[in-house]
């Protein structure tokens, strides 16, 4: 059994190391926020002092982190990984980050006998408390099969869809996907509530059709309730389309949808809305419509 290394411990990283644990996996833990460690080793964790240490005790880590730049330095910096990884190791990193710079780091772990996988997730801090995440994963068929029952233990759709990089990549088309959707939602159920109908009613007509969608069933009651408490950050959301707008851009790709959707976006961040769920969005909409789409008291 894997002697498992996680660091990043956030919304995400913090359940899916408890499902590891509940698992049964021997799990030692970093993050630089003191608090979220210690909530992890009262669940019967061990802490380690810095990625290099957690790498030291360990023949499988996983990184759950923000970006493309934390994941370069928790792997490459001062005290990361490739510092005390032994050869053989295998890297897991499940961040969202830009495919490229999972090629990157892929290949300088190479040179020193280490494996990369990207195994982005989607479905948010619900399904990662559930254990029942969409993990769809790039690298290696051989490590991919050695790993997968890890994986299993904190999602229920676990796919090996290519090459290392092409897990991040169907993640930035799910989070075109995902945006685009809750922009949709945010615009049509505005114009319904300004054309004088109860949005709680729209919402029960039609999610039964073909409009009906995960998206909508998991932010309409929060949006009906006002509810934009995270969830998945708006940042974090402008983050995953500034990385669609860079691949886009290398391979030529057209996103005029995902590009508006953006700028929808970066204008909630510079409201101050930074932190809100993406679900948020259609505080942008309804500012504008001077319309709030919320239940009837
Ligand atoms: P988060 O900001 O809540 O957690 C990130 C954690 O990383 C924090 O605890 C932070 O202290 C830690 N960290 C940052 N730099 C570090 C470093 N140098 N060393 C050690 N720890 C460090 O973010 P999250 O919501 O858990 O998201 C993590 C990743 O998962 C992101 O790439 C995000 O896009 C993706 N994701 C999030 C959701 C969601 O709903 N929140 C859903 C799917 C995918």
């Keep these: 059994m894997f002697k498992i290394g996680f660091i990043g411990l956030g919304i995400m990283g913090k359940p899916m190391a408890k499902n590891l644990l509940k698992a049964g996996y021997e799990l030692t833990v970093f993050d630089i926020n003191n608090e979220a460690v210690r909530e992890v080793t009262a669940s019967g964790a061990k802490e380690g002092k810095s990625s290099a240490d957690v790498a030291a005790q360990s023949d499988l880590i996983i990184t759950m982190l923000p970006n493309s730049p934390e994941v370069e330095q928790v792997v490459l910096g001062n005290n990361g990984v490739l510092a005390t ?3 053989g190791t295998i890297l897991v990193d499940m961040s969202s980050i830009a495919p490229l710079v999972s090629r990157k780091l892929s290949d300088k772990l190479a040179g020193k006998g280490i494996i990369m ?3 982005p997730v989607s479905g948010g801090e619900p399904k990662a408390i559930e254990g029942t995440l969409a993990i769809m994963v790039g690298g290696p068929e051989e490590a991919f099969n050695r ?3 890890v ?6 759709s676990v796919k090996l869809v290519g090459d290392i990089g092409s897990g991040n990549v169907t993640k930035l088309a799910n989070q075109i996907i995902v945006a685009l959707n809750i922009a949709a939602m945010s615009e049509a159920m505005v114009l319904a509530t300004k054309a004088g109908v109860d949005p709680e009613k729209v919402y ?3 999610r039964g ?3 009906g969608s995960t998206v909508l069933d998991a932010k309409m009651p929060l949006v009906l309730n006002g509810n934009f408490k995270p969830g998945f950050r708006i940042e974090l959301h402008i983050k995953d389309l500034m990385n669609v707008l860079d691949t ?3 391979i ?3 996103v005029m949808l995902t590009e508006k959707v953006l700028e929808i976006m970066k204008s909630l961040r510079d409201e101050g809305k930074a932190k809100d769920d993406h679900g948020g969005l259609i505080q942008y909409y309804e500012k504008l419509a001077k319309i709030q789409v919320r239940k009837k008291q």
């Excluded at 994986?151 to 229920?156: E, R």
């Design 248 to 250: 886009a851009d290398e």
């Design 85 to 87: 990884a032994r050869p």
């Design 147 to 149: 790993v997968k029952d």
């Design 117 to 119: 996988l990207d195994a």
């Design 204 to 206: 029960q007509a039609i």
């Design 252 to 254: 030529d790709s057209p």
């Design 151 to 156: 994986l299993s233990a904190m999602g229920s």
């Design 209 to 211: 059709g073909l409009a």
